[in-house]
Structures are given as structure tokens and as C-alpha cells.
């Protein structure tokens, strides 16, 4: 129906965009695909496309399947509020409220969902393409995809507190290539983004939170990188996961809580997770599990502290003080230069009476654990306060605690070979040396 | 007026944006609130807008004022050239200049301004909303604020060099949340970007010169990020100051002199400075002050060199050569893996014959400052030349110098309880060993 | 012919921009500088445009000539696709392919180029002015330059294989600041970006990859940086060269094979690689040459491993092992905190039987070596397949290999007065003892 390569979901002929733009953008693929039928026209022909969203509310009832390279969907705003202030503030305050909902180029998720249905089948972008190449180069940037709501799973919790909702962003299925995640925005969805058998993929400047996953990486991977976001998930899930990738860069990032890991990789090899910031409420921060091996983790900053806003109190990962902040299973990794802070109540350490521990190496052999710096504090939050400077207050909170005593290092039987270097005191550092080589941070008057 | 919700300066009914763009830009935002009223209109309601800038000279006579969330500013071109540069060419020769100004989408700020007005009252674009929720995200984009002129400061200098207009380009007073600032131009503001209150903050791949100070986060904040950008204030300002922020990161920025520091951080907590290439004229490149506690320090790029450019030739930021590059004043901090470059003329050094520190740890306790690498020549710099090559000679230039004497780390009595590894040898780090851990770097024969 | 600053090529009057867009665009910069004239109306008058190439195949016959400031080309997709694998998949299985060309937002180069012409002559994009001021903020944001094919060389490979064409994309002959590169595609040029004298240059983002040289920054400059691109250049070629540069920050980067080196300085001081990912298939993979000086290396993962793909089996850089992956030849360098791993067949070591070296100070002195740990194993890789899960697999395989023994520094007798620290225990690192300051890591039962 077009002639050019440029499409606006507003004034596209077929389908209403605020009803179900997700029909209103499958129209525009097939127009891609009926316009752009030959694979070598003067060398070219299936240059791909740009569906524009403008700012503005458009519900999405029809997923949009995705199926051409080069394919770009690019709204002018990310649209991020907070929802989940939103719902805990008591509903009778509603009508004081500037606004309720998110907003920029907003894609309402509103999919039919069935219980137990598969995870693709909530996604509100689902990509996938058989036979070669690859697809390429589909990207999305500046727009936002919210999932509207949570809804009960059980447990008795407020329903819009659950993260739970089946529904995922963006479902990437198959073997891809140059792909783009930039700018955008992701809200109160289960999974952000999922994304399957990436290469060179670029996932930069987004801002992802209050989801219950936000970054998956899955099935295995190379050569890609998370860059520059601003990422938070739900305690259930992780801010940043991937699992058999090599050569994946994890960088700049600001990772806040909740997430049961900030990130966790498992069975990804040679990859760097440097120089983000990461923040939790729990043990398990950043796990190198399944045989990770040859990892970079470097001048990373690491926060652990208390939950404290009053829906969550209570609310944990399942992991006690012993898993260490960062807990590596795997050979060979580097650990350097990072800056652990632990601030919690030793009333709250589990099991009671523990000591906690920073760094745990479980299993593996040959890890270099080398000048990290761990702070421990033992602190008394006032805690049930959710309004955002008392938030702040409390990370800036360092004055009124007394020094708490941890394992800096803990070295299992299972792990050996490794070199702890300054990482710790004689006494802060837990390992066999007889098995692993070790150098005690120097103290006073040594 | 628009039954859209993407706007053109250029196209709208009311005002004239080349004359004032600021009366445009308003009558839009309050168009915006006149359509968008109901904060839940089918799940939505309040979706925000964009407004384009396109490339052009945009003078700006009316404060723009900022109170919905989601609104989007764009332009299509950072625009930024040097102005400093320009003033400093002799006037005769102007007409022989390709070019006199700032380009790109640029708004010319022009704005009435009262002596010893408040503040807020010079800012282009300033942005405030009471009540419940903040304003969440809020975006500026690819255009350029151009502040002009300086003006005379009392002191003599040339009025264009004195840093000095009470123009700020972007001030944000209330909380908010999720803004984004990314691929901007600012030039010849007092003070570029200005932000109160923020959570989850990108400020992002900016171009910030020539501004006396380039970014300011007030009052307190949580979780945000300044990355990726270029940027260099005058000699009164800060190219990054923030206070009382938690969870920030500061990475990957080359930022470039002047700045009376490179940066500054006051009362900020769990905080991560890494990665940044940092290049000043005085002492005091990097300031943890006001009890700043927990934060990591790492993997930066100090060069402390002279003024090469006539100008400016004999001002500094009136700090002697005691103060150290990097002063603490701090608990619990880690300054770890940073590589200082000291290239100045012993002749200079302020006091006369004293000493130049490079790390000072001048209060507090219980910082981590481990292996920094301190690289200190006395040079005899050829001065006086303005043009680019000379510049970069003069940055180049590792030859013909020779080395000089410096404290890689001073330890004040009033700082004790901290470790010091592999940062300058027995005589290079000056410390009660009494009070601290300390291992000096190996020397040759250790 | 415009009264306005946006132009679409599609909708030019002049020129075809499907037969060649270089005419259209040179037309667009006539008018701009047609239009704009007056260097001081109000304040303004040369503001600059923006160029905006939508979705689709543009072939350029012209070069692009850039001659005025404030210039952004901008398009709407990257475009990337592997040409390596399409040309080398089989002639006959081609119809049966999704799609066979690079796509987005795409400039297909088609000059018509003389044998041993001037290199410049080869770009798409030429960009150069005399006088002063220099030209400031062009830009580059999200569009594809595809040189289309690759020539024969004379050696009898293949010739889509070679990385020669005569081609580059955008090429910056005279004195430029603040330029950005953004969000850009390069695909199948003999260099992709090459660009003398910059000055606060932003390379960002940008996906350049399978081609000979991918960035090139040249005969000097300051105060720039590479950040967050995706980047593999060719066998014979560099993914990021830079001489006589000062203050250049280069992070963030994943830099995938092949590249003769993944970066490379000559003559370069006081700048930064830090935390970037970098995999070669030959030694050299960082090489600071020229007596590069005071520059900080740190945190940056380096795997070196072995060529997995059939076409460029026994392809190498010509450097032995004893090379080193990061060679160092200057002064006061800073190398700390990497992760090493180099994954070899040991009957692959040249020379035969020699032990390979992992950082080696070639020349200089000063050099600070300091907390970087070292992998090395010896494997028997199945190559040969050219599948993307095998790529991948190759890249995780991490248990079925044994240790193999490297040098992990070598201090040249022309380097002296370096520092050693936590590198390699006593055997691994081989220097002077009475010229260069050293402590062994520890190892079990220290």
C-alpha cells in the first residue's frame, strides 16, 4: 500500500493503532514483505523499514510477529513511571494524582492470555525467522512497552506486587544477528526481554524496571553487549541474565534492586561484567554458576542493604548470608578491583549467628581474586518508609552503624588453586592454603 | 490545537520561533494539557509529546517551563563549536571565519535577566511540578543551548572568557524521576544542566564546553547515571558535581579542563567514578568531600598539565599543589587501578618548593587505595599558543622532561585506619604507619 | 530550493537517490550553503541541516563532498549483515536465502575507482574545509555504508574474502571538532572510518564490522573517544588505530575478530583503553607502538584463540607468539587488572617449541604491570565449521583442554625501570630483576 519504506502507525490505512496497533504494525510487515519480494534488485531490494510511534496511548490485542531483517520500531519517548508506587498509594488518593499511567510512545499490553500458556504467546513482539540467514538488524528504540498489571499468584501479596502477568516485551525465538535494543522503556512486565541465540547484540541506554525479569540472554550467544542501562527486576527474577554466551560485555550499568540476581550467568565463558553498579536487597548478587569460566569481573560496585518499603518487607530470594554477595561455580575467572558494600542488621543474618560472606567460590579452580575492598556494616534501617527522599536517606546512611564482621572470601573444598590476593584479612579470608594461594590484605602495623 | 501528539517549532500557529522560541515551545505544553485531561482514559490518558527542533537559530526570550511528564524536546544536531575560540580571534579577522556561531537545532538564550536575580530565573528550560507523582521522564535531545556571551566579572578579563551570565540551559527543581538527557550541545551557559532531586537519571553522551559549570545535581538523589559524555567547564565550575546522591555512576566521560574540578562529590554515598579520562589545569581534579563514603574510585585517567592558551594564562582555582589531585575527605572509599599523569613546570609549584601530592586522604577513615599507578615530570611548557596542533603538541610531549619528586599519598592525621597498596614507594607515601596499612610499591633491588 | 533545514532524499528535485544518492546529497549541501550566507544574522545564520535518508537501497556514484559545519546524515537503521557468510555460502544455495544484502537506511558505494588512485578518492563521504574556523558537528547517525563487494588481491583467495576494494565510508581529511558517528552500519569497506586531526570526536555506538579498517584515527589530535561500538576488521587491517593522539578514551567496545590488531597506538599519550572486550585470532592484539606513553590499560578482557572458520584457515597477522597479545614500546603505561586468555593448539606456536609470551615491554621504561591474570590452555579446536552454533561452541568450550605454559610478561632488555606486580609468578615472568621492580604472584604454599 506504501511505496516507501517509512510507515506511521497513526495514519496507516488498516486497523486502529489505539484499539491494537499490534494489527496495525502486522499490516505494515506484510506491506514490507509484499513491496520487497526480490533478494538482489540492482544489489539490494529488502532494505527493510521504520514504523514510527508517536507519543501516545496505543493498546496492543494482537501480537505483532516479526519475520523481516532491518526492520526498525522507534517511538520519541520511553515513558517510564513508576507504576508500582502507583498502585501501594492507597486508591482513594488516585484522583490527586497528575498522572497514572506511563507514558511516551506507549504500547499497552492487553494479549488474551491463557494460565499456563506457553511464555512466547505473551509476548507482545514476538520475532522469529526459519532457514538463512539469519535475520539482522531489527531493532527497537524510544518507545515504551508496559504490561499494565500484575495479577494474584497466590501467596496472598497485592496482586499489582506479584510480577507475575505472562506477558514478555519483546521474544526473540530465533538465531539473530546486529540487533538493537536502545532507549527504550519497559514496564510491569513479567519478562522484559528475552531473547534467544543472539550474536553482536547491542542492548544500550534502555531503562527497564519494575519487571520481573528485565534482560534475558538464552540458549547461547556471542560477541554482544549490555551497555548503559538503568535496570531493576522483581525479586523473582534477574536484572541481567545469560547463559552459554561467550564474549558478552556487561558494562556501565545501574542495577537496581529488586532482582534476585543483579546477574547471573550460567555457563558463559570469557565475558566481562565491569564497571556497573550494582544494587540488592539479597545474597546472590552476581552468580557465575553453571562452569562460567574465564570471566572478567572488575571495578564493579556492589551494594547490598535492606528492603525498605513496607509491600516488600519480608520478601526475600531464598538465599541465606553464606551464598556471598558474588558466588562464582566455575574455573578461571578474574575478580578485580571491586568495592563490596554490605550493610544490613546482624539481627536479620541467616542462619542466625552466621558470619556472612562477600565473595564464595563453590566450585571451579584457578580464579584470581584479587584487591577487592569490602565494607561491612551492621545498621538498624528504619524501614516502612516509601516515599522516595527517605529512600535516598537511607543509601546515604553510613554514619550511624558500627563495623560488621564478615568472611570477605570463602573458598570451598570443592573450589581450589585459586589466588586471593588483598581481598581480605588473614581472618576475613576462609580457604584451604594448602590449596589456594593467598596474600592477606595487610592490616595496621603490619 | 493538534490533535497529535508531535509537535514542530517551525509549524506551530502561535509565536514566531525564530524570535522567540520559548513562547512557542509553551503555547505547545499547554496544549498538550488542554487535550491530554484524563489521567485514565482506557488505561492512559496523559501520553506526554514530542517536540521537534529542527536544525535552525531559535532565539529564546520567554523561560520555557516545564510541568507535564513525558514530554520529549528534540532536535537533529548538537551544534556545539567553539566560542571561546571565536571571542579570542582578534575582531578583525571574523570576517575571514567561515562561521561565528553555535549550529545544529540551536536556541540562542536571551532571556532578561535582573542582576542578582534568583537562579532559576536564567534557565532556558526549567522544570518544576508539586504534588503527586513526580515528573517522570522527561527528555532532551540532540539540540543545542547556546548561552550567547559572558560578561565583564569586575576582574578585568575579557568579558567572553569570564565563564559568568546567569544563564543555565536545563534546571530542574522538583523530583523526578527517569529523565534522560542525551546528545545535547551546551555552550557559553554559567551553568549547563542543573538537577534537583533525581532518580534514575541518564545523562548521556552529551557535548557540555565552554559552560561554567557543566553538570550540578542538588539537594539529593538515588540511582543515576552520567556516562559517555564530553565535557569541559570553566575555571570557577565543575565539569560534574553531585551531592548526596547514592548509587550514582560516573563512567566512561572524557572530560577536559578547565573545571575547577573535574569532579566533585559532596556527602555522596555508594557511588562509582570509573573509567573516566580526566584532564585539568589545577590541583583538585577529583573532590570526595563532605563525609563522601563508600564510593569507588577506579580505572581512571588523571593528566594534570598547564594552561596553554593565553588567555587564561595565570588562573587557577586557588588551590596550592598540597591538595592532591584526588582528595578524600572519607570513609570507607576504594581508589584502586587509577593511572596520574602530573606534567607541570617545578617552577610553578605553589607553595614554592614544596612537594606536589597526588592522592590525599585529608578525613575520614577506612579507605582502600591500592595500586595506582603516579607517573610526575617537570616540564618547561611552550606556552602562549592558541592554535589546535599546538595543543595536542603540547599534550603529546613525554620527551624532554624530566622526573619529578612528588607524595603519590598523603595521609592527614585526621584520616587513619586506611590500607594503601602498591601507590608509591616507602619515601613517595607519606602516612602514619602507626595509624594505617600500608605496602609500598617494590623498587628496583626490592 | 528549501526554505528549510530538514531535507529527505527521497524527496529532493534534484538527482535520483536510488541511481546516486552523492548527487542528491551534494545538491542538498549547494542549498544549504546557498541559503545560508550571512555568518552574523542575529546572532545566527549558518545553523547547519539535517539530511535524513529513509529505509532503502541508495546506490552512490558521487562522492559526498562535506564542507560545512553542523551537517547531521541521518537515516533510520543500521542495516548490518554478514556479507562474509553470504558470499561464502555456496552460489547455488543463494535463492534459497532470506535475503543477500546489507539493508536499513543503506549507501551502497559504486565510485568508479582507478588502480593506485589516492585513497580518498575511494570514500562515500569526503569531508573537508580550509580556513578557520574548523568544521564543527557533523554527524553521522543510524543510516549503512556497504562497499558491496570485495576484488581480488592476487593471492588467490576468494576474492569477497580479501578486505580490499579501494573503498572507505567516511573519510575526514582536515582539522574537525566535536564530530559524531552514531548508531552507523559499516559493512564490506576497505577502511570504514578514517579521520585526521579530531578534536573531541565521539565514535559511539556503532556496529562496524567486515571490514579492512574499521576506525582510523590519524595524524593527531585530542580528547575523543571510541565507545560502545561493535567492531571487527579485517586480517590485514586494524578495528581501532589511532597515532598522536592525547587524551583519547577508548571503552566499552566489544572488538570481535579478525583485525590484525583489535586496537592499535602509535605515538599515542595520556589516553585510555579500559574495559573494553577484545578477541583476536593472532598475537598483537593491542600493540602500543611508537613510544606510546602514559597511557592507562586496564580492565579490558583479551581472549586470544584460533581461527574456527574454513575460508581464512592459515590466514594469521604475521606476528610469532613471542609477539605478546599486548606489546608495549613507550613509557609510564599503566597495565592493570586484565583478564588474559589465550586458547592454543601448542602445535600451533611459532615459533615451534617456543614458550608464548602474553604482555611484552618491548622497549620504554616505567611501565606499571600490575594485578592482571593470565589463562592459557593448550586445545585441539575442531575448525572448519561454519555454522553460528559452532562459532559459539567453540567459544564456551572451556574443560577438554590442559594448562599450557606461557610467558605472561617479558621484559626486552631496551625496556627498563618497569614495575611488575601480581602478573605471573617467578617462572612466568621473564625481565631483568636488577632493571625492573618485581613481585611474583604468589602460588600455593607461599
New interface residues.
Partial sequence: MSS???YDV?TWPVGNPSQDVGEVINSMIADIKCRQTV????????????IYI????Y?LRTQVVIDV??L?I?G???????SS??FN?PEE??????????????I?VDLPLEVDEDESKGAAFYVE?N????L??V?FSDFCIDG?HFKPDGSGMHPENTYVNGKTGIYVAS?N??F?V??M?FVYLENALTIY?A??L?V??N?I?ECGSCIELRG??????I??N?IGAGFRGHSIYAE??????I??N?V?PRGASSVRLD?V????V????L?SFYPGMLILGG?S????V??N?F?RDHEPWTPFLGIDNGLDDLNGLLCVSG??N?V????F?QIIDSQSIQPAGATPVIIRLRAGA?N?V??N?V?AMDVHPKSGDSC??A???A??T??ASVRLSVTSVLVDPESS?N?I??SGSDTQVVADR??????P??????
Avoid: C, M
Fill in positions: 516507501s519504506n517509512y497513526t533478494a538482489d534488485a540492482s544489489n539490494g531490494g529488502k532494505p527493510g523499514a521504520v508517536p507519543p501516545g496511548d493498546r531483517s532491518f526498525r522507534q520519541s519517548g520511553h515513558g517510564f513511571t513508576s508506587i502507583r498509594v488518593e488516585w484522583p490527586d494524582l497528575h498522572e497514572l499511567w506511563p507514558g511516551g510512545s506507549r499497552l525467522r532457514g538463512s540467514p539469519r539482522s538488524s531493532e499494565l538465531s544477528d546486529s538493537r536502545t532507549g522503556g541465540h550474536d553482536a547491542s544500550h541506554d531503562f524496571a547461547w550467544g556471542q560477541a554482544s553487549k551497555s548503559d538503568l552459554n554466551h561467550g564474549g558478552l560485555l558494562t556501565a545501574n537496581f555457563g565463558t570469557r565475558s566481562s565491569t564497571n556497573n553498579r544494587h562452569g569460566s574465564e570471566n572478567l572488575a571495578t560496585h551494594l574455573t578461571n578474574s578485580i578491583g571491586n568495592h558494600s584457578g584470581f584479587s584487591n575492598h565494607v522516595f527522599s529512600q535516598v536517606d543509601l546515604l553510613t554514619e588453586g589466588t590476593l588483598d594448602a590449596a589456594n594461594a593467598f596474600r590484605t595487610p592490616t595496621v602495623g603490619f
